[in-house]
Each structure stands twice: as structure tokens, then as C-alpha cells.
């Protein structure tokens, strides 16, 4: 199944260092938080993207072989860090997998690329730009658990439920990026 | 100012020849640190190429003026971008072409010394890998040991001198390169020997190589003889050449011993190299020449480029040939070990034939040191 981004980087064919080349300068027409998928046929570029990815302070989500062809996910920046998180009602990483059982659902609002190559089983994703779009599939009744990377758009997301009426929402913190369970993928 | 190609034949001779060399390796740092181009009195920086993208002016300044520069990647892309930045900021400066996979892929051919009667004993050193083959020539003929994957550097070495090569051997199925042997024999219709116990899984026909069996090389009939010295694999078997040289195979290194684990039998195997290292080799005279199949750092080398150490000598420094308890000779060569050779398990199954890889894919599986030893 083919994994949602924003912008289509061809770099098939290409020798190191052209995708990287073309990925520093395709980046520039990303957006803040976007999806960026580069198509690669050079071996070296898994291990280059993230190196270059990791340096530069985007996001590297992963890589999966499709035909020959190598798809690279980069969210860019990704860096959401340092943002003053203002919904209240939250819990941590160790909390949530006992409360969760009791009934409620884990809302991953991360982008579906992230979601794709490692999120909590049995979570929903839905990411935070679309979520205003789809909130009737979300059961007020239920206690809902929002989680994303590092707690900011998920913090984002609470507020926006609370707003919407949703009245047991609970913000997970610090979130995915200091996730030490077991991992499910979707690729 | 000017860029000029570095081939890794240019390389080798500078770090035979001890020679000064500033290398800047483009590569990401993870590559880098795992193996790089080492030399004796080479120089290095390491920034990743994608860290320069934006301009080399703040490296310029690191970099030195009284001795070459070499730009340094996996394949060479990197490396000449880099360098064309480097040369329009007014510097001189070299790439290596083909990067480190040609590096990887280079042989330096050196000549350990005579055989009876005109005979000579060539070393082919992959200075980028560690890996060691051998050449026995005499009189027209020739018996090639532990040949690399570059088959056509010992046909056409062969053809240059003249002789016929009659016998190639492995002295144990490789894990950590992937070997000639079989294909220089189907080239040349000489005969392929491997150790029966290493050999249950091929699928190719071999002819088996046991203890005690002796090949005459040339009309001098220089004596190849096979000694079973068990421990890197089960099979591993060591040569006698012309009563002079030591073909120890992944046994017994200049500066370290084998590891027992690759095939994933260490510790039913420790008991095998013991016995090896400290029994069946001390019967033998201790003035044979000790040539290994790999040498783990250019400290191995000795001045001329080869890698060869009296077997006495050996007994007297090596770490491995001196560790009386048993127990801790056992943990010696199973805790603690190197991580494992780079893909071991496919190099292992092209060896026995099972998998046929492209030439690509091959450079792919061999990228990085070999790491077959303890120290």
C-alpha cells in the first residue's frame, strides 16, 4: 500500500550525491510539518537521507522497498520541541497502556507516514490537519488519548476536542519519540 | 586550481611507501568510523559531503598545503563535488577514483621470497579489505591459495608470467569475502580443492581436501602439502609450501588469531582451535614463514608491504599463541568477540553457490573490514 506525502521527490537512477542534492534543495518548497517522499534507486541514500536528515534537524521516518525502488520519508523539520504545551489534562508514556485498556482509544494524530513505520497497536490515526474533518468518527462517551511525536500536536489536537465538545480528552506526554513498547507498522 | 584522480593502486603504493596523505573522507560519519582508508602516516578529516553542500570555506582552512589532499567517498560522486568546491576555493586536490569500493577492490601483488629452484611465492594484499591470496609458481605452473573474487587479477598475473595455473585451493569456506577459487578453476581448467567438512552445504563439484594430501607445482615439483588444522571453521586446513612457507588460512593471524563463530559454533569449535594453535603447530619447525589469509592493521605489514612472520616469532609475540589457562583461552575467543564480517551469512552462501549475486550486490556484501580475528 502506498504511504501519503506531500511532495514526490524522483531521484531513480540517480548516484550519491544527487538525491541528496536534490532532497536539500526540493525541501525548500516543503512546508513546516509536511511529508516529503523521495524515490531512490542508490543503496548509499538510506543511510545518507537520515544521516543528512538527523544533521539538518528534519525528521527522518523511514524507508521501504517498493519495486526496486527505495521511498524515503522525511517530515521536514519535524523539530516541535520547546513549544509550551497548554492543554492540562495529560498522563505519561508508562501511564497510558493501563488506562487505555479500560475502554479508551489511543488517537494518534501524527501524519500517516509517521504512523505507518511505527505506532501503538490497536491506536487510530488521524492526523492533526484532518481531524476537524473527521471528528464524527470519534465517540464522545469514550476516553480518548491523544498522542504524536513529542506531545505539541497532540497538545494541539486536545485543545481543538475540547473545543468541539469532547470532554474526556487526555494529552500523552512526553509521546512517540520515547515510545519503549512494542512497535506495530503499516507498510 | 586543479583536480587530479588518485587511483587506489597510487594509494596503496604511498601507504606501502609510508608516505605522508591528508584524506578527507565525504562519507556519513557511521561509514566512516566502521572502515576507512588506513595508512601510516595519513591524515584524516571526516565531514559528510551533505554537511558541505552549502560551501567548503569553513574546511579550507583545516586543510593542509605541504601534503596531497585526497577527497574520499563510497563511490567516487561525492568525492569529485567536493573536490571541484575544494579546487575553486584555489586548492590542489586529488579524488580517489571508483571510492572506497574500488579501494575495497584493489590488489597489491608482492613477491615474498624464492622457492627451490627458481620458484617464487607471490602475496596478493587487498590493503582495503585485509585479505591475503597466494600465488606458488614454478616452472610454467602455478597453485593459487584463498584467491579473492577478481579472478582475472591472478589469470592475468598467471599470463604475464608465463605459467599455467593448475590447482586452486581454499582452505576453508569463506564468511567474510567471497571467493575466486571456484571460478578461476572453471576458467583454467585447473583443480578446485576445498575442505570436505566446510563443504557439506555447495552445490558444485570440488575435489576434497584433506590432510596429508600433497600437490607438486612445476617441473621442480615444489611440494604444496594440506595440514587439517581445524577452529576458525571445521574444515579450516593449513598448507606447507616447499618446506619454507606457512599457509595458516583464518588459524593464526601476525597479530591475532581466528575467531571460531562464523558458522555459529563457537564454542563447539574453541576446542578445535586450541588444539590447533597449541599442539598441531608446535610440532611444526619454527622457522617456516607464517602467511595468514587476512591482516586486521597496517601494523601487520611489514616494510615492503607483505604480511609474513617466522612461525618462532609468532609463538614468542602473538597474544593468542600465549594464554596458558584454557578457560581463559575459551573466553578469550568467545566473549567480547569484533561485531561479525558485513552480510557473513550471504558471503557464506555464495561460497557454497547457493546464491549467485551481481557483481553490484557482491561489492555491496564485502563493503567494510573483514573482521576474522581475535586479538
Known amino acids: ?187 | 586550481m586543479t583536480i587530479i584522480k588518485m587511483t587506489a593502486a597510487q594509494v596503496a603504493r604511498k601507504l606501502i611507501e609510508k608516505q605522508p596523505l591528508f584524506i578527507l573522507d565525504v562519507r556519513n560519519t557511521d561509514a566512516y568510523d566502521d572502515w576507512k582508508i588506513e595508512g601510516h602516516n595519513f591524515e584524516y578529516l571526516n565531514i559528510p559531503y551533505f554537511d558541505l553542500l552549502d560551501g567548503v570555506e569553513e574546511i579550507i582552512p583545516k586543510l593542509p598545503t605541504d601534503k596531497d589532499v585526497l577527497v574520499v567517498c563510497a563511490k567516487e560522486g561525492s568525492s569529485v563535488m567536493v573536490a571541484e568546491m575544494v579546487a575553486e576555493a584555489g586548492r590542489d586536490v586529488f579524488y580517489l577514483e571508483g571510492g572506497m569500493k574500488s579501494w575495497s577492490s584493489y590488489l597489491e601483488p608482492i613477491k615474498v621470497g624464492d622457492l627451490t629452484d627458481g620458484g617464487e611465492m607471490y602475496q596478493f594484499v587487498r590493503l582495503g579489505k585485509g585479505c591475503l591470496s597466494y600465488m606458488v609458481i614454478s616452472e610454467g605452473e602455478a597453485a593459487i591459495i584463498d584467491a579473492v573474487r577478481f579472478t582475472e587479477v591472478f589469470t592475468n598475473f598467471a599470463k604475464e608470467k608465463n605459467v599455467e595455473i593448475k590447482h586452486v585451493f581454499d582452505t576453508h569456506l569463506h564468511a567474510d569475502h567471497i571467493s575466486g577459487g571456484r571460478h578461476i578453476a572453471e576458467a583454467t581448467g585447473a583443480t578446485y580443492y576445498l575442505p570436505p567438512k566446510d563443504a557439506e552445504e555447495v552445490v558444485f563439484d570440488y575435489t576434497p581436501l584433506e590432510d596429508g594430501l600433497t600437490v607438486k607445482v612445476g617441473a621442480s615439483q615444489i611440494e604444496v602439502g594440506a595440514l587439517y588444522s581445524p577452529g576458525h571453521t571445521i574444515g579450516s586446513t593449513s598448507f606447507i609450501v616447499d618446506s619454507k612457507y606457512l599457509l595458516t588460512g583464518d588459524i593464526l593471524f601476525i597479530d591475532s588469531i581466528g575467531r571460531p563463530d562464523l558458522a555459529g559454533l563457537a564454542e563447539d569449535w574453541v576446542g578445535d582451535l586450541r588444539e590447533t594453535l597449541y599442539r598441531r603447530y608446535r610440532e611444526l619447525v619454527e622457522d617456516l614463514i607464517v602467511l595468514p589469509a587476512h591482516f586486521m592493521i597496517i601494523e601487520e605489514l611489514n616494510e615492503d608491504g607483505t604480511v609474513a612472520k617466522r612461525l618462532g616469532d609468532l609463538f614468542a609475540e602473538n597474544h593468542g599463541l600465549n594464554i596458558e589457562s584454557e578457560e581463559e583461552f575459551r573466553h578469550t575467543v568467545t566473549d567480547n568477540l569484533p561485531p561479525q564480517p558485513n552480510a557473513y551469512q550471504q558471503i557464506r552462501q555464495v561460497n557454497m553457490g547457493k546464491i549467485t549475486p551481481d557483481n553490484e550486490e557482491q561489492t555491496e556484501m564485502e563493503i567494510g573490514p573483514n573482521r576474522c580475528a581475535v586479538r
Not at chain 1, 2 to 12: H, M, N, P, T
Not at chain 1, 48 to 76: M, N
Not at chain 1, 170 to 183: A, I, Q, R, T
Open chain 1, 1 to 187: 500500500m502506498s504511504i501519503k506525502a506531500d511532495v514526490q521527490l524522483d531521484c531513480k537512477g540517480l548516484a550519491c550525491p544527487m538525491p541528496i542534492v536534490k532532497t536539500k534543495k526540493a525541501m525548500n518548497d516543503v512546508e513546516d510539518g509536511q511529508i516529503l517522499e523521495v524515490q531512490a534507486t542508490d543503496k548509499g541514500s538510506i543511510a545518507d537521507l537520515k544521516a543528512w536528515s538527523d544533521s539538518v534537524g528534519h525528521q527522518y521516518i523511514g524507508t521501504k522497498e517498493e519495486d526496486g525502488v527505495l521511498l524515503h520519508y522525511i517530515r521536514k523539520s519535524g523539530d516541535d520541541h520547546n513549544v509550551e504545551q497548554k492543554y492540562e489534562n495529560t498522563i505519561t508514556n508508562e501511564e497510558l497502556i493501563d488506562r487505555a485498556t479500560n475502554g479508551g482509544i489511543i488517537l494518534d494524530v501524527r501524519e500517516e507516514a509517521e504512523y505507518a513505520f511505527g505506532h501503538i497497536e490497536g491506536s487510530k490515526s488521524i492526523p492533526m490537519g484532518e481531524l476537524e474533518n473527521r471528528l464524527e468518527e470519534l465517540d464522545k462517551d469514550q476516553e480518548i488519548f491523544v498522542i504524536c511525536r513529542t506531545g505539541t500536536r497532540s497538545d494541539l489536537a486536545a485543545q481543538k476536542l475540547a473545543e468541539k465538545g469532547f470532554t474526556k480528552v487526555v494529552n500523552v506526554l512526553p509521546g512517540m519519540s520515547s515510545w519503549n513498547g512494542d512497535l506495530a507498522k503499516k507498510l
